[in-house]
């Protein structure tokens, strides 16, 4: 589904006008048409904007079933399955977590400069 051709649908649906939806988003009207037409991708929170306006769940802009879809069900894994699931490295990725979690952008971009500098080794690829 194109959210484009779902965005334009639902406006329709309630008769509402690109200017209605102007009105209630703040968005000009002249943006409401580009990304009708597709010639704008709009970020998540412009999304949401344009689902409050319409007055639909968010999910139904990228789904036209009258209830979300049922989440797939996956195969359960056990702690223990993955490196670092249980035991001593469980115990560090917790530690690791914790501090990442406190941690500043720029000091989270730095630690993932090192540890791709460190992958690369000897051959310099990342």
């Not at 996956?74 to 690791?96: C, E, I, N, P, T």
């Amino acid at each position: 589904m194109v959210i484009s051709e779902r965005l334009r649908e639902l406006r329709e649906q309630r008769k509402l006008s690109q200017g209605d939806i102007e009105k209630k988003t703040g968005l000009l009207r002249c943006y409401i048409s580009r990304v009708e037409n597709g010639h704008t991708v709009p970020a998540i929170e412009t999304l949401e904007k344009l689902a409050r306006a319409l007055e639909v769940p968010f999910y139904q802009l990228f789904y036209d079933g009258p209830r979300p879809p049922k989440p797939a069900s996956l195969a359960r894994r056990r702690a223990g399955d993955a490196w670092g699931g249980s035991g001593r490295h469980a115990v560090y990725f917790q530690k690791l977590r914790k501090c990442l979690g406190k941690a500043t952008d720029s000091d989270r971009r730095l630690v993932l400069s090192i540890a791709r500098k460190l992958a690369a080794g000897r051959n310099g690829r990342a």
